[in-house]
């Protein structure tokens, strides 16, 4: 019987694939890097793109909704959002296309078996959450409301208004993961680094020369403008994001700076309908009015905004089913979005494991029976 419980992918780091390595398991991505032998198999058969040494990995989304660096479930066993993985993938893959017509640079995927799936060649990554802000908002309102002007070494100029549009876009980037010994830069996840921090340590963050510094910030800057442009097309706005950035090795042999990760999403965005916004409200179309929620209905919001206060958070987070009408309101924003953007209707799978363990089997033969 098919229930809204089976049509979610909640659990994906358990699928049958014959795989190099133990499975990578993130907060909503499981990455399996295949054997040698199928990768170079794979790039025979399929023709892809790159060296024939290139190692590959089979990348798959889950329907899990992490917020605040927990992952939250709901009542009856809906331990995810349904069509939330199908979604982001939809409009990752429409960007990435978007940006190579647009000349900018290629992702790290290579191929598209199934809607949950990606098939992505090894990328080495720049240690940088590149964020760029296009509005005043969030975190960073409530930085500038209590009077702090510098970001990121830029200095914002005084009397912005909450959610107004910033002069220019706004690129504030913060570190990934936590880097040791580099004077200025915090031993922290997450904190806000400065374009000066990223010259001067430039080979620990992760880049080959520092030319490719300039270049990271205009694939940023560009890649921003073409989604902000296509989405106000559709009366959209995109307030702000965060790209990933990464090397890899092309079919010549030589490193090239490619964006990598997911990009655009209701995930690592906020994006607002242009229409409410003219009427003075802000209607979240991405992940943040989950976020919201989760701040108003539990009696202590700290707990959810202190960092410090993370085994309480991840308690809270446990012990708490969400009611299913709250997880199928993240559905709707998801995949209203989706739609709008891929200009298709998405359509869901009755069982995403099931097909995805079929379409790997018969068209790429990488399950171990």
């Known amino acids: 019987m098919m229930t809204l419980a089976t049509q979610v992918l909640a659990v994906n780091d358990d699928l049958p694939i014959r795989t190099l390595l133990p499975v990578h398991s993130g907060k909503v991505r499981s990455v399996y890097w295949l ?40 009542e ?34 290579l ?6 799936v990606w098939i992505v060649q090894k990328a080495r990554p720049i240690k940088i959450e590149a964020i760029a802000r296009q509005y005043i908002t969030g975190s960073m309102w409530r930085a500038y409301s209590k009077g702090e002007r510098e970001f990121c070494g830029i200095t914002l100029p005084d009397g912005l208004q909450k959610d107004q549009k910033l ?27 400065s374009r ?26 560009q890649g921003f403008g073409v989604i902000s442009d296509a989405l106000a097309a559709l009366d959209q706005m995109f307030v702000d994001t965060k790209f990933e950035f990464g090397y890899v090795k092309g079919a010549d042999g030589v490193d ?20 409410s916004w003219r009427d003075g409200q802000i209607v979240e179309q991405s ?35 969400l009611p299913t009408e709250v997880m199928m309101d993240i559905s709707r924003t998801y995949l209203g979005i989706a739609e709008k953007v891929i200009g298709r209707k998405i359509e869901l799978s009755a069982n995403p ?3 995805i363990i079929a379409v790997l089997r018969e068209q790429y033969d990488l399950i171990a029976d």
């Open 76 to 109: 009856n066993g809906l331990n995810g959002v349904p069509g939330k993985g199908a979604a982001l993938n939809a409009i990752s893959n429409h960007w990435f296309a978007l940006f190579k017509q647009h000349g900018l640079a290629d992702s790290h995927i």
């Open 353 to 355: 494991k099931a097909e």
């Open 35 to 74: 054997t040698a032998e199928d990768s170079a198999r794979l790039i025979r058969e399929k023709n892809y793109p790159v060296a024939a040494d290139t190692p590959l990995a089979i990348m798959v989304i889950s329907d899990r909704i992490s917020a605040f660096d927990c992952i939250w479930h709901g």
């Open 167 to 193: 002069p220019e876009i706004l690129v504030t980037p913060s570190t990934k993961g936590i880097l040791t010994g580099l004077e200025g830069v915090p031993e922290a996840d997450d904190v806000n680094i």
């Open 196 to 221: 000066q921090d990223i010259e001067r340590h430039s080979q620990a963050f992760g880049f080959a020369d520092t030319a490719d510094i300039n270049l990271y910030e205009k694939l940023l800057k």
């Open 111 to 116: 191929d598209i078996p199934h809607p949950l």
């Open 256 to 275: 090239k700076l490619i964006y990598m990760d997911e990009v655009g999403t209701p995930d690592s965005s906020r994006i607002w309908d242009g229409a």
């Open 287 to 321: 992940k943040e009015g989950f976020r919201q929620w989760l701040l108003n209905n539990f009696p202590d919001p700290d707990i959810l905004l202190n960092k410090d206060r993370m085994p309480e958070r991840a308690a809270l987070a446990r012990d708490n089913a």
